[in-house]
């Protein structure tokens, strides 16, 4: 069963308390004090790991509890502490707490403490002093950290494959890859993801195939659109069509008006097209599907033809992908390599440096963005360089930028305006 949120109670140990007791000493009624210090409770500590890959034990198993610590005893000896407890869960596991997000576990084998053990209290030993020498009082140890957690599962891969149920997504992650999902003639034959590893030339993509979407997907028609939560991390989207099918712009088009009411974000990721089972179509035939497609496209985007069975067209469609997805990655480095000159201290100042605001100039009609890093940016940017202004563009929609900039109302010869420069929005 793949199971791709859960809720589970959380508690870290409690410490163990402090011990009151005094030293027996001959001849002494009451000796010095030697009450032990309590046992630090365990921490609840997640890991994420390659070999878990859905939520599901947790809901047979809802309730994570580490270890008290124990009690301090007489001749000052502290109490143990109680174990940590390591939860595994899978690579894309996002922990909510009271709806924020305190972790994203997206490495193997990274490991976060989502919920920490209480302190023991201290012994009475620790309380003497020239005044007191035989202090009864010891602490109590705190009570370890415990919530609510809300878990959700969100792969981390390459690439996603979207479109309509039997478009051939799965056939395709079949053969490209290490994969074997179910295969079959009719829709919704994948009910839950599927992650694969393609090779191409010397690296590799790591693909997930989800369940067909459907018109009316974003309102829960057929498996709606829960499953697009495994596409949002992925740097790039695969876009597969059948070619036999009649309407196929429409087709394109009603994919991504799903993509859209999913996510403004999603809509904007780079993506590729491939018209899938062409084996025994003629060639002309493929052409008119393709030029069909471009005018809903756009001119520039990537279209291919491919079929999984004969093999046709898919290195290039892996290459294709391959570049999109390091262009990615790069733009994903330099934003985050930026964050390191930042004047920033936490997360929170962090989001702040990335926050950004678009408005319109009434008088000019230009579009005014503000913002420390996307100034920053620009300011860095080479305007005389047409790729210098290119990346400028990819570092904007990456930030969500030109999805604003479209509500707006800026189009692709609108000027934007960033601190002291101006550039239209499109490439010209
Ligand atoms: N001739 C031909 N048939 C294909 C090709 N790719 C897929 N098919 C067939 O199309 C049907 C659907 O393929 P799937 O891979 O299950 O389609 P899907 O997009 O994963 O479908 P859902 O999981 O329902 O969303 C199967 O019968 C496949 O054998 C192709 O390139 N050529
Ligand atoms: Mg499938």
Redesign the pocket.
């Known amino acids: 069963m793949f199971v791709d949120t859960a809720k589970v109670f959380i508690a870290a140990g409690n410490g163990g308390n402090g011990n009151v007791s005094f030293r027996h000493e001959i001849y002494v009624d009451k000796g010095g004090p030697d009450g032990g210090d309590g046992g630090r409770g365990g921490d609840v500590i997640f890991e994420a790991s390659e070999n878990v890959n859905t939520l599901v034990d947790f809901r047979f198993k809802p309730e994570l509890k580490a270890f008290h610590g124990r009690n301090g005893s007489k001749q000052n000896k502290r109490g143990r502490s109680g174990e940590d407890l390591i939860v595994k869960v899978p690579m894309g596991t996002i922990v909510r707490r009271k709806g924020e997000i305190i972790a994203d576990l997206t490495d193997n084998g990274q490991r976060v403490v989502i919920a920490k053990g209480g302190d023991g209290g201290f012994g009475n030993a620790h309380f003497k002093s020239s005044v007191r020498q035989t202090p009864r009082v010891a602490e109590l140890g705190e009570q370890g950290d415990t919530f609510e957690g809300e878990l959700e599962l969100k792969l981390i891969a390459d690439v996603g ?1 979207v ?12 053969v490209v890859s290490n994969a074997r ?11 839950t993801p599927n992650l694969g590893v393609a090779d191409i030339d010397n690296s590799s993509l790591l693909i997930a ?4 979407l459907i018109e009316g997907a974003s309102e829960g028609k057929g498996l709606g659109d829960a499953f697009l939560r495994h596409v949002e991390r992925t740097a790039v989207l695969l876009h ?1 069509i ?1 070619a036999y099918t009649d309407d196929i712009a429409g087709a394109y088009k009603t994919i991504r008006k799903e993509l859209e009411n999913y996510s403004s974000e999603l809509i904007q990721r780079p993506e590729v097209i491939a018209l ?5 179509l003629d060639d002309e035939i493929i052409q008119m599907q393709i030029d069909a497609l471009r005018v809903a496209a756009g001119k520039s985007a990537e279209i291919f033809a ?5 093999h046709k067209g898919l290195k290039e469609v892996l290459r294709a992908l391959r570049t999109k997805v390091e262009h990615v990655r790069a733009i994903e480095d330099e934003i985050n390599a930026t964050d390191d000159d930042m004047p920033t201290i936490s997360l929170t100042d962090n989001q702040i440096a990335d926050a950004w605001t678009v408005e319109k100039d009434q008088e000019t009609g230009h579009f005014i963005i503000k913002g420390d890093k996307i100034e920053k940016f620009a300011r860095r940017t080479n305007f005389d360089n047409f790729e210098g202004v290119n990346r400028l563009r990819d570092i904007m929609k990456k930030l969500g930028i030109n999805h604003e900039l479209s509500r707006a109302g800026a189009v692709g010869d609108s000027i934007i305006e960033i601190g002291d420069t101006e550039f239209p929005l499109l490439e010209q």
């Open positions: 494959l479109g309509f149920p039997n478009a051939g997504k799965s056939t395709f992650l079949s999902p179910e295969i079959a003639d009719y829709a919704f034959t994948t009910l195939d989800i369940p067909g597969l059948d899938t089972k062409v084996e025994g491919v079929s999984s069975p004969s």
